[in-house]
């Protein structure tokens, strides 16, 4: 195609008079007049419209993960009083407040939300006078600016989210190959899938929050980023010495507060503790563990009774600080129910004895075999020690005592345990029935399973709970292992008794069907329908219904001194009971949970610290 091209003609600009002085003054008749304002009516923006934010309060948890990755410091986390705050469901009453004046619109806020509840509207114009200039720090919710509902524009897609939420997957052994050992099922994350797992952690710390011991989780979750084991058993020592323990069997709630968990798997923050443990060397991490130790001796003495989590770890903080501390355990290992309660195939005894070992090397004395009331009285530890802690845990099971309920047969779960435990041999029965629905019912069976397996090749357990499977206390993954090692599994089953024949053999357990099991006050009281009746066909009993601590040491005296509410010992925020010279910590307190006890120990050898330590400045000042 041809083109006719000419040239354009130059403008004529006339200057004839731009010279003037006095032109500027022509500007002058404008001063008297009135400025006229032309309102800016705004166009409808494209869907993907880049505009102001938009932020569903009800979604929103205030992790604060929008502030972080803001580079131009446009946000700011605004607490609103009225919200709900709860640290361990991972809810925080914060919510991110924009900045107008330094916000460039990139959406990265957007594009990381873990809840999706921020997103940009198709909303563009905001005036104001300079009195009102504040109106540009705006706290969007989802009516957006000026509550005229443009409608979202920028969201989240599956191309812009930043977040991984897929767990790395991580090799443990099939059903077929554990079900006859007691070999540890997990085998834990390679370098690779521990980098690639802590690379999905936003940093919010609602880990942290929730964490009954407050646990340092972004920051050695962040080390592990870095491919730094040894700063991140550093930072995990900061609060926790049963590291090795935690980092299998804890019971997670900071999982449960995990922030990318609303929509996705949380980040696997135990089993990164776990890497975080058996990448660095023992000899290495008591080393690293000594680095807060004093060797200054306070000349105090504390005495605890129990060498579990909860008395270990008030021991470990103690001895650091430079005081003397014995453990009175009335078993023949440490680690109470860790020990003693908890299968090798969850919790090897190498791995337990290895956190034992960091706590011992510090300078604390353990007496085994030593029963407090048998072997030593309370009065004689009142009378030698500055302090003592009773850290007991929950030893004995409780019973449900239906008909024929002290049958020879019928066992409590935790007795059964401590015997495979300690190695001890007992009457192994072909086909048993247990009553529970929490993780030590979980345990038992799988324990046994693992035993008929080796004798007799094969499972007949069949577990039996009243709550519905979804409601079961256990673990999730405890149930999902259970079933795929051949136990069965009978949800909303009432025991009502054990059958017996003419030989006065047990042959079975007796269930009703479970219609309810609270009432409208939310008090235990089961509703079954009789018609509903199952005889499960077994040759013994296992009853894993819960546990009670053994207060028998006590002595009748100090127990009639101290003060009881339900059966469990009465104590204050710190651990102390109504006795000056006695602190309680642990399952005795709070009930079975490592973690807790872990917090406990902690909170008692804060109180008695202060408590030594006060009367140490007493003592000097004369007074």
Request: hydrophobic letters at 35%.
């Amino acid at each position: 195609m041809k083109l006719n091209l000419k040239p354009k003609k130059t403008p004529v600009i006339d200057h004839s008079d731009s010279g003037s002085l006095l032109n500027p003054l022509k500007n002058l008749q404008f001063l008297a007049r009135k400025p006229i304002t032309e309102p800016l009516k705004p166009r409808l923006a494209s869907l993907n419209y880049r505009g102001f934010h938009l932020n569903d309060w009800e979604e929103c948890v205030g992790c604060a993960s929008c502030q972080k990755i803001c580079d131009n410091a446009a946000i700011t986390m605004v607490e609103i009083p009225s919200l709900p705050n709860d640290p361990v469901k991972g809810i925080r009453n914060h919510r991110p407040a924009i900045d107008y004046g330094r916000c460039c619109w990139c959406a990265l806020c957007v594009d990381i939300c873990p809840s999706s509840s921020l997103s940009l509207s198709r909303e563009y114009v905001h005036t104001c006078d300079q009195e009102h200039i504040d109106s540009y720090f705006i706290l969007p919710d989802p009516n957006g600016m000026h509550k005229e509902h443009f409608g979202k524009g920028w969201q989240k897609t599956e191309h812009s989210d930043l977040l991984s939420l897929t767990r790395s997957a991580m090799a443990e052994l099939e059903p077929e190959t554990r079900i006859d050992n007691f070999d540890e099922i997990v085998d834990g994350f390679t370098p690779e899938q521990a980098v690639l797992e802590a690379s999905r952690c936003v940093q919010c710390g609602m880990c942290h929050d929730s964490c009954p011991t407050n646990m340092h989780a972004p920051e050695y979750i962040r080390a592990i980023w870095n491919n730094d084991a040894e700063e991140a058993v550093r930072q995990i020592y900061r609060t926790n010495p049963f590291a090795h323990v935690c980092g299998r069997v804890c019971t997670r709630r900071c999982e449960d507060a995990c922030s990318i968990g609303i929509r996705g798997e949380p980040i696997a923050i135990r089993w990164l503790k776990r890497y975080a443990m058996d990448s660095v060397s023992h000899e290495r991490i008591k080393e690293i563990v000594n680095e807060g130790s004093t060797s200054k001796s306070s000349g105090k003495k504390i005495a605890i009774i129990g060498a579990g989590p909860a008395g270990l770890t008030a021991a470990f903080d103690l001895v650091r600080s430079g005081h003397k501390v014995e453990v009175f355990e009335a078993l023949p290992h440490a680690g109470g129910m860790t020990r003693y309660g908890i299968p090798e195939y969850r919790l090897p005894f190498d791995t337990l004895q290895q956190d034992i070992d960091i706590i011992t090397s510090l300078g604390v004395t353990i007496h085994y075999d030593c029963k407090i009331g048998k072997n030593k009285r309370m009065s004689t530890l009142h009378k030698n020690f500055d302090a003592v802690i009773l850290a007991i845990g929950l030893s004995q099971g409780r019973q449900t005592r239906i008909k024929n309920s002290d049958h020879r047969h019928v066992y409590r779960a935790v007795d059964l345990l401590q015997k495979i435990s300690s190695g001890e041999e007992f009457e192994l029965p072909h086909s048993v029935a247990v009553i529970g629905g929490g993780n030590v019912a979980m345990d038992i069976a799988r324990s046994l399973a693992r035993l008929q397996k080796q004798q007799y090749g094969k499972v007949q357990i069949t577990l039996t709970a009243l709550e519905e499977q979804q409601h079961f206390m256990a673990d999730p993954d405890e149930i999902k292992e259970s079933l795929e090692e051949g136990i069965i599994i009978k949800d909303s089953c009432g025991p009502q008794g054990c059958e017996i024949d003419t030989d006065g053999k047990l042959i079975g357990l007796k269930t009703w069907k479970v219609t309810s099991i609270f009432d409208e006050q939310h008090r235990f009281v089961p509703q079954y329908d009789e018609e509903q009746e199952v005889v499960h066909n077994c040759e013994a009993v296992i009853e894993a219904i819960g546990q009670f601590a053994d207060t028998s040491l006590l002595g009748k005296e100090l127990t009639e001194q101290l003060e009881w509410n339900r059966g469990r010992l009465q104590v204050d925020a710190d651990g102390r009971t109504s006795e000056d010279w006695l602190w309680s910590a642990g399952d005795c307190v709070n009930g079975p949970d490592v973690v807790h006890a872990v917090a406990d120990g902690h909170r008692v050898a804060a109180s008695i610290e202060q408590q030594l330590m006060s009367t140490t400045k007493k003592n000097s000042s004369g007074k």
